[in-house]
């Protein structure tokens, strides 16, 4: 790696990385992984909130008092099968990137947010509509955020994202008596392929996908079971379009249910994620950078014809302009969330790819503290917000 570019070592930024990789906590259980993160922060003279947001394992990490303020996104979660959507590079990147930006003489404020549970599992689901919430955002200037990828993306083209928890509840007998009893399974099955017919209907641009598990579908085979639970994930380029589909796969679920004779209910269990809003005056700064050192990245902010995963940093992003750059550390053949891509995450490989990642970051923040223009067009986009 170029170690004379002016931004030195970046070792200690890459064992934050195989730590929180090693540590693989899931989402709203990163106990170990903020402490990690915001004691690195706290040893190198940043002022640290903790717990934050009402969230034990959320954070907020401040360097310096002048304007502009950039917030850089931590994601600190994992998935059942340990970092296998790479949240440990983005953890890495955002302490990486706030240690440089101090190294630098960066004259604003930075700030670094640990963000719990993007992944939508657990009481800090979607952590970011939170914190947009509680105001945590509003004396921040503009935001970076970044995601490894299987190839180098600017800008997000996310769609909006509900997720939803439907239980039937029936009555419990035993298999030679299931007429004493009211089975909760079938009314799940038959839930289940009404959902997925339904799709088909659902307005082919508004782009759709429905994913759903079964989270509980009895206790032995001997038992009609009288409670089962079925997880619901809905999403759409539109958020308009996305409760639509909602309340149509709710009433599925609810009809069903009353046809079964099951008690039946429909929650949703994380805040809506929305459809991502670009802030083309960030991205292309972060695209140039992006280019000086050598890697072409695909305009997504330019582009309509692309969805990547939901993620509640699309929140964010219609509460203060962000930046975002998605940094390839897997084939495209390699798919998020699987086990291949969960080891590339944890490969010395993948810090090359982080290093152009926070050295882009960096090289933007720097150009926008000394830019009026940019910084008038950030505040512009911000207005509109």
Not at 27 to 42: R, V
Not at 50 to 59: D, E, H, R, S, V
Not at 135 to 140: K, L, T, Y
Request: glycine share 8%; with cysteine.
């Amino acid at each position: 790696m170029n170690t004379n570019d002016g931004y030195g070592q970046f070792n200690d930024i890459f064992e934050i990385s195989k730590k929180v990789f090693n540590l693989a906590e899931i989402g709203s259980k990163e106990f170990k992984t903020s402490a990690l993160l915001s004691d690195f922060l706290k040893k190198r003279g940043f002022k640290v909130k903790k717990p934050y947001g009402g969230m034990k394992t959320a954070f907020r990490a401040e360097y310096g008092s002048g304007r502009p303020v950039v917030g850089l996104l931590c994601e600190e979660d994992a998935l059942p099968n340990g970092h296998s959507c790479g949240h440990n590079l983005i953890a890495a990147w955002a302490v990486g990137t706030a240690i440089k930006l101090k190294e630098k003489g960066y004259k604003g404020k930075i700030v670094v947010i640990g963000t719990p549970s993007e992944e939508g599992i657990g009481e800090y689901a979607g952590s970011k509509d939170v914190l947009v919430k509680v105001g945590s955002f509003n004396d921040i200037d503009f935001v970076i955020g970044v995601h490894p990828d299987s190839q180098w993306n600017v800008g997000c083209q996310s769609p909006a994202d509900i997720t939803a928890e439907i239980v039937f509840k029936g009555k419990a007998s035993h298999l030679e008596e299931a007429e004493m009893g009211t089975n909760a399974l079938d009314a799940l099955i038959a839930t289940y392929i009404s959902i997925r017919n339904a799709t088909a209907s659902f307005n082919k641009y508004m782009h759709v996908l429905v994913g759903m598990y079964v989270k509980e579908g009895g206790q032995a085979s001997n038992i009609v079971p009288d409670k089962t639970i079925l997880e619901v994930d809905i999403r759409s380029t539109k958020s308009s379009y996305l409760m639509h589909a909602y309340g149509r796969i709710k009433r599925i679920a609810i009809d069903i249910g009353k046809a079964y004779k099951t008690e039946t209910t429909v929650k949703q269990i994380a805040p809506v994620y929305k459809e991502y809003k670009n802030a083309p005056v960030i991205d292309e700064i972060l695209y140039d950078s992006l280019k000086k050192q050598g890697v072409n990245a695909t305009k997504l902010y330019d582009k309509r014809d692309r969805q990547v995963g939901a993620t509640d940093e699309a929140n964010v992003s219609r509460t203060v302009p962000t930046g975002h750059i998605d940094f390839k550390i897997a084939p495209e053949s390699v798919a998020g969330h699987s086990d291949k891509f969960r080891e590339l995450a944890g490969s010395s490989n993948s810090f090359n790819q982080l290093r152009k990642t926070i050295v882009a970051a960096v090289d933007t923040c720097l150009k926008i503290e000394n830019d009026q223009k940019a910084k008038n067009e950030i505040e512009k986009l911000k207005r509109k917000l």
